[in-house]
């Protein structure tokens, strides 16, 4: 254990992995515009903007993490909270347009106008205001894993059928974010946006800015999450998900256990796709696509779920991957991610972080043997990350 | 509702799984601080009692009183727990990923909210309690080794020892020696001997050398209700007890 903060909850990599943040939150800006184009460690800036748009995958991908790794959740509906965070972000983002809309209404944005609405709907009052916004990022889509998670959780719905509920749940919200009467600009969703704060969206210093503060984000979430799973309270998270009843009959609620993590690990997703809208200029109904939350899952299987940076580094190599493929082959795009996730499956369970803690757990272990040891010491955890990644994640039914 | 002196009162209890019953009509009384041994054949419903107990099944008829005045059948598991009953499963059942420590830890007697679990610092008296129970349960030398490396006696063991944390007033133990060497054996019964001089037990067993040595009253059960109760020698006797268990 190199340290002791937060309770132990930040272990050696996860300071590194806080280290590369901050660093990139610092000189992807400074190489971005500092840099002159001409050199070679110039970062052009559409580079910048897909950086910044793979961080907010991956704070997506972590929160996805948080009730699928530690709780035993399977989410597939995340996406939901993400595009939920989007929109509302989306909404602030129309109403700074302003005068400047091709019709040039004072109020209302052009969607509403084309559709002759006469004024505006009420709940898109407040959103002029940034505040508003960002506290409705947060509160809408915690709002709706509450009350989906305390439905859920109560009536006991586990497993595969929770799963398809989640799944079921952001098709429902694709459904109605396709609707013109909705008020969310239907089919196009909302788009054209032109500044935030007063700055243009359009300025690579905006941008750039943009990526720092996604960086500086998806740390407070790597640090957020490693205390909450270092915390009794984490324990008890990986407690529920391996052995749900023992937690029962020892006076735990599971319910409220998993509706906490359920609740934060959707407040994080609303932050994430609230950060991605600006960067990516745009949020429609297909956020919300069944498709979209299941990519989710994969790059969290990938990197290594019941892991910090599993999730992180995940969301990252998938996302690089398919921009990659998507510009050179494009076609074949999805049946790499899905030849992918077969792949990972079954040879690499754990995925990448896990079946490298795997690894170096039995090559310690080995060695410790070799000295002669009797008896084969358990190989040290740095903080949770490694403790609970060596254990299989596979839930155990009781008695 | 119940003499004082009993913790635990069944009359009358039944229930049906599509049709078949699984306990009919079944009664049953627990002294306060008695330990007591379940026997009876395969499907007898000695697990599905325990599971009426704890809250887990619901009985058709009949009413369950648990230290006086607690009607269980009101209670989910949750709350039953709290109430003062332990329970080690037939297949023993600890958080494999967590070290034997932190079992025993997530176990201890306090609050149960999740606020609590998220300002929790373990205090001096917290960690006297686990020694104690892992000097109990003689895991002092696993204390960091994740539950999944041990044994399964020792997993049996670090099982009764999350519910002596949890410091119920009646234990219910579902087989706790089936799979054990002879030495283990020997073992579970001296820890069980300790554990019943401070709370109430209700042990089920179909290891008859195991039930002698515990040498306490023994009921024997048989398609869901009481066949025959008593001494072991008394049970072992009783020509209904040697016909269930020799005609099958
Ligand atoms: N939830 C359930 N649904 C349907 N049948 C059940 C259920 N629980 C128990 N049973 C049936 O009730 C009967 C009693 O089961 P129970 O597990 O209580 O037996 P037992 O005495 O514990 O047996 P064993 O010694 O094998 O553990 C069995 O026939 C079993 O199949
Ligand atoms: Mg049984």
């Known amino acids: ?399 | 509702m119940t003499n004082t002196n009993t913790i635990l009162y069944l009359d009358g209890v039944s229930v049906s799984f599509d049709g078949f019953r699984a306990i009919n009509n079944l009664s049953l009384v627990l002294d306060r601080g008695e330990m007591r041994a379940i026997i009876g054949p395969n499907g007898a419903g000695k697990t599905t009692m325990m599971d009426i107990i704890t809250g887990k099944t619901r009985p058709d008829t009949g009413t369950v009183y648990f230290d006086g005045t607690h009607d269980l059948t009101r209670y989910d598991e949750a709350d039953i727990a709290m109430l003062g009953i332990g329970r080690k499963f037939q297949k023993p059942t600890v958080f494999e990923s967590h070290t034997v420590e932190d079992n025993i830890a997530l176990s201890l007697k306090g609050p149960r909210t999740v606020l609590s679990t998220l300002l929790n610092r373990r205090s001096a008296d917290d960690a006297r309690r686990i020694d104690e129970i892992l000097a109990t349960i003689r895991l002092e030398e696993r204390r960091d080794e994740l539950a999944c490396n041990l044994s399964h006696g020792q997993k049996q063991w670090l099982e009764i020892g999350m519910l002596l944390a949890q410091d119920p007033k009646l234990l219910l133990v579902d087989e706790p020696v089936a799979g054990m060497t002879d030495a283990e054996t020997e073992e579970t019964v001296r820890l069980l001997k300790d554990v019943a001089k401070r709370h109430s037990v209700i042990v089920v067993e179909h290891d008859m050398h195991f039930v002698r040595e515990l040498g306490v009253k023994v009921t024997c059960l048989h398609e869901g209700s009481v066949l025959s109760e008593g001494s072991l020698d008394h049970v072992s006797q009783d020509p209904r007890v040697i016909e269930v268990y020799l005609g099958r």
Not at chain 1, 68 to 90: K, Q, R, V
Not at chain 1, 358 to 366: G, I, K, S, Y
């Open chain 1, 1 to 399: 254990m190199s340290s002791s903060l937060f309770g132990g909850g930040l272990d050696r990599r996860i300071l590194g992995l806080l280290a590369i943040l901050t660093s990139a939150a610092v000189l992807v800006p400074v190489l971005n515009l500092a840099v002159p184009p001409t050199s070679s460690f110039h970062i052009p800036t559409y580079a910048v903007a897909l950086l910044g748009k793979y961080l907010c995958y991956a704070m997506l991908a972590l929160s996805l993490d948080l009730v699928w790794g530690y709780c035993g959740i399977l989410s597939l509906g995340h996406g939901a909270f993400f595009a939920l965070g989007g929109y509302a972000m989306g909404m602030y983002l129309m109403r700074q347009i302003g005068t400047r809309g091709v019709y040039g209404h004072p109020v209302l944005p052009d969607f509403m106008v084309f559709l002759n609405w006469k004024e505006l709907p009420w709940y898109w009052y407040g959103f002029d205001q940034f505040w508003f916004a960002a506290l409705m990022v947060m509160l809408v889509p915690g709002l709706l894993a509450f009350a989906f998670g305390w439905l859920a959780f109560r009536s006991r719905v586990t497993g595969v059928y929770l799963s398809i509920i989640t799944q079921a749940m952001t098709y429902a919200l694709l459904l109605a974010f396709f609707r013109n009467d909705m008020g969310f600009g239907g089919n196009n969703g909302l788009t054209d946006f032109k500044d935030i704060l007063g700055f243009s969206l359009q300025a690579p210093t905006t941008r750039a800015a943009l990526f720092s503060i996604s960086a500086l984000m998806l740390a407070i979430a790597v640090i957020v999450t490693a205390v909450l799973v270092s915390s009794k309270y984490g324990k008890l998270m990986i407690a529920v998900r391996d052995a749900e009843s023992r937690t029962r009959f020892l006076g735990w609620r599971p319910e409220n256990i998993k509706l906490f993590a359920f609740t934060v690990s959707a407040v994080m997703a609303g932050i994430a796709g609230a950060l991605y809208v600006p960067q990516v200029g745009i949020i429609n109904p297909s956020e919300f696509a069944p498709a979209n939350s299941i990519e989710i899952v994969i790059w969290t299987a990938v990197g290594g779920r019941g892991t910090i940076l599993g999730p992180v580094i995940g969301a990252v190599a998938v996302n690089w991957g398919k921009s990659w493929f998507t510009a050179a082959i494009p076609e074949l795009w999805l049946f790499a991610l899905g030849g992918l996730f077969i792949a990972v499956t079954l040879l690499l369970p754990k995925g990448i972080v896990g079946t490298w803690d795997a690894w170096r757990a039995a090559r310690r272990a080995r060695r410790s043997a070799g000295k002669g040891t009797s008896q084969v010491e358990p190989p040290v955890a740095e903080g949770t990350t490694a403790r609970t990644t060596r254990h299989s994640i596979e839930p155990q039914p009781a008695e």
